[in-house]
């Protein structure tokens, strides 16, 4: 029965999505945009109105977000079929995704709100879903990032109080130049929490404690995207100002996560750090003023990115539980289709030509050289492209070649439901990147480079790809890296002690301090000095005001005397 009612849910959002996907085409090709204001209620001169505003953007978005959960839903009826839960499981989903409905159709401040912190909320619930004591750690760090985020909003909105509405888009144009900066500076805060830019990136590779398929929709188009399609919808505010120091940012998170990645073990956390790169990548070329290729890379990272969390699932059934790829090997030959669909995955997150991800990747690095921006930040993107294909490689070295793992129990089966989910996102990681590209840019790119310039992202991902094969191999990488400098391994691996600076560094303090004010406030002079000097302040005049009620002729007089000496000088 449950089965049935996940698979009820997953053919109506998959419905939806291409319902969606056609409106998104026909607005896209009449360049047609579409304003609606419903009227909740209205009682005397106050009306409550919700906004929504509907274009070719936000249409395809809805579209792939809806396509996407309805794979993951299907999905799920398999991969949740044991659970106790599983239909408080699929509502918790739905939530979920309608947060996100919420969020992209939001012209409003208010109503993103409501998405953004729905997409806060239940994704707390999510996390904490398997109930144990790394869940409930890894929710906390989720919920309380992403509330600095909702601050920042909630100051947003109370900021806007100077245009008169909150309805953003009618003041994009001509708003005034201060509040406008104030504006894009808390806009900015707020999306670099919920998309986990430095320094909030340690909430994402906790948030893997979640199940499969909710990191599966979580990393690909719903709560980490929400803080780049929010900037999308702010990108001509954000052309009349220097991003330059955000550009900086969102470019060391891509590299630190990439270092990260090549330093790490666990399948999801890898693919959960190569998300966090893929969201500095997208930023940086937003803050370059690019904004529709960052919809577009975001649009074709979230394909790809789902099916590789949707086979990196099925891999972890197989190694009865065990997501340490140091146990793996050889998995080719026991899960060919999904180390298939894995592979492809893998290989259109690289930049592979004419995978989904080369059209927006080469697109993002052939603007690069086109902008204004110095060796340094060059460096950066390529060096970050490179790193990404070295832990792709190396992946794809431990889970799948020859490599002997130590894992001895496992249970290789693929479930025909989970296979079905694949096939569909593995289309889209193949053609959707052509697709999307034929679409959103109506007349050809034409670039014209050097030869050395044009072939330059194809020699750093054969570059990365020959670095992650060799630091894979145990003997030179026991050299480079061994227990001697183990300590540089968890400095890159914990992406340079962020996780410890987001959590124990915080807390360890607070509580010496809060220990600190007991003893001195509650055991100490700080009690008689701080504590009880108002109450015995308000005890002193009191005992004058009791003397004063007393009716006594001598204070009335005295009173009246120095009262009518005081206005006889006055």
Known sequence: MFINFYKYWSLILLLISLLLFYFGLIFLLNNYSLFLDWELISFNSVSVTMSMYLDWMSFIFMGGVLCISSMVILYSSSYM????FKLRF???????VLSMMFLIISPNLVS???????LGLVSYCLVIYYQNFKSYNAGMLTILSNRIGDVFILIGISWLFNMGSWNYIYYLSFMDNEISLWLVYLLTLSAFTKSAQIPFSSWLPAAMAAPTPVSALVHSSTLVTAGVYLLIRFSELLNYFNMSFFLLISCLTMFMSGLAANFEYDLKSIIALSTLSQLGLMMSVLFMGYYTISYFHMLSHAFFKALMFLCAGIIIHSMNDSQDIRHMGNLINCLP?????FCISNLSLCGF???SGFYSKDLILEY???NYSNIYIFLLFYISIGLTVSYSFRLIYFCFSGYNGLMTYSNFFEDNLMLYSLLLLTFLSVVGGSLLFWLIFPYPIFVCFPIFMKLLPLIFILLGSWIGYIMTLMSIYDNIFGLIFNYTIEFFSYMWFMPFFSTYLIYNNSLFFSKVSSSFMD??????LISNSFLNLINYFNSFYSIYQMNNVKIYLVSFMIIFFFMMFV
């Open 368 to 370: 690069l050289m086109f």
């Open 81 to 84: 079929n044991a659970d106790l």
């Open 353 to 355: 030509p004419f995978l």
């Open 523 to 528: 055991s100490s002079w700080g009690e008689f």
């Open 112 to 118: 993103i709100l409501l998405g953004w912190d729905g």
């Open 90 to 96: 699929l509502f918790i989903v739905l939530l979920f």
């Open 337 to 341: 289709y999904t180390c298939s669909c």
